[in-house]
């Protein structure tokens, strides 16, 4: 792009702002001037036809509009009409949640000045492509699938235990199997369709594997480079791949741990400064696998390497709460050690730290 086409660019985007209240039907709009004048005021269906023929018409300005289930494809599409897009996250928006007089033409006009006052204030996030969203789509439906198997085996379990038997500890994928001969003769009608329901989940969570494998293969060589860490697979490399789908978004690979919500929240005043949870923003699902590898990094199956190490070490300075933290610590480390491998091309090395000490203190050649 060049210096005339970027500035004339910037003049037009601060010229007009552009709030946008999304609903599932209708989206409230209000379009500001410069001088922060309401000029325009409008109601439109939520639909791809019917915005982009109202973001087509008129002068180029800056859309603002609130991150939710509709706001991927519509700043997209508001990109594409040529305008610039600014996507807020909801929770920096206490002026919306908490107004006294709230309506959608009022959440549009707060959007639109607020945007135009200064669009870091709504800590802008940037929606992924249709095609990693697509990609995407299909490691939700696997979570979704792999809830629902939960829950309905959590649920013959406890069914069976009211009868005063049990079922067999078992894994998740082997329970259909193990728990039909288990089912007491009279919940028998009220428990077999349901474990035939969860023999079906189980079929369709490893189509959903064997698919999600494939993906990472062929389309996202990358993942393999990432597989060389004990404890994250197929599933978790390649979600932290869409998730974060550009390396060089973040400064500095830290800045990927706080990306996830694995960075703790802080609330310092004066003398005091509070130790809290960590914040949880960012993709819920990645945060989850990421998770999950730090537990099998630390658990009996987990080989040895410096994350193991660190993190075994953290856990045994306390209790049972050590250990939690030991598990969010390891996770987040993870997420900085993928990033670093991803955005460098490095080769893994589980005793890269280990193996230091040693190197420096071998004798040079004379």
Request: charged share 20%; proline share 5%; with cysteine.
């Amino acid at each position: 792009m060049s210096t005339a086409t970027r500035s004339l660019r910037v003049a037009t985007a601060s010229t007009l702002t552009i709030g946008l209240d999304v609903g599932d039907r209708f989206t409230s709009v209000c379009v500001l001037d410069a001088a922060g004048t309401v000029t325009e005021t409008a109601r439109v269906r939520t639909t791809p036809v019917a915005l982009e023929q109202r973001l087509r018409t008129g002068p180029r300005g800056r859309v603002v509009l609130e991150t939710g289930t509709h706001s991927p494809w519509l700043s997209r599409l508001a990109t594409a009409c040529g305008h610039e897009v600014i996507v807020a996250q909801a929770r920096r928006l206490q002026l919306i949640s908490q107004n006294l007089s709230k309506s959608d033409e009022v959440d549009a006009e707060t959007l639109a000045r607020v945007g135009r006052l200064d669009p870091t204030l709504l800590a802008p996030v940037q929606h992924r492509t249709a095609e990693a969203q697509a990609q995407l789509a299909v490691l939700r439906a696997r979570d979704a699938v792999v809830r629902t198997r939960t829950l309905l085996i959590n649920h013959v379990r406890g069914a069976v235990k009211t009868a005063g038997s049990r079922v067999p500890s078992c894994s998740a994928a082997s329970f259909a199997r193990k728990a039909g001969p288990a089912l007491p003769a009279a919940l028998v009608p009220a428990l077999a369709p349901l474990v035939e329901q969860i023999q079906a989940l189980t079929t369709q969570i490893g189509a959903f594997d064997r698919a999600i494998e494939c993906v990472a293969a062929t389309m996202y060589p990358v993942t393999a480079q990432l597989q060389r860490v004990r404890g994250v697979g197929a599933l978790t490399a390649l979600c932290y791949v869409l998730v974060l789908e550009d390396p060089a978004r973040f400064r500095t690979s830290r800045d990927a741990g706080a990306y996830l919500g694995l960075r703790p929240r802080r609330s310092q005043s004066g003398a005091c400064d509070r130790q809290l949870h960590i914040t949880k923003t960012g993709d819920a699902l990645l945060r989850k696998l990421v998770i999950q590898s730090g537990q099998y990094i630390l658990g009996p199956f987990g080989g040895d390497c410096d994350l193991r190490r660190w993190g075994l070490g953290l856990a045994g300075r306390g209790g049972h709460a050590a250990k939690k933290r030991a598990v969010v610590a390891v996770a987040r480390k993870l997420a900085v050690l993928l990033h670093h491998l991803w955005s460098t091309g490095v080769v893994y090395e589980p005793l890269h730290q280990a193996m230091r000490p040693v190197i420096q203190s071998q004798p040079t050649a004379a």
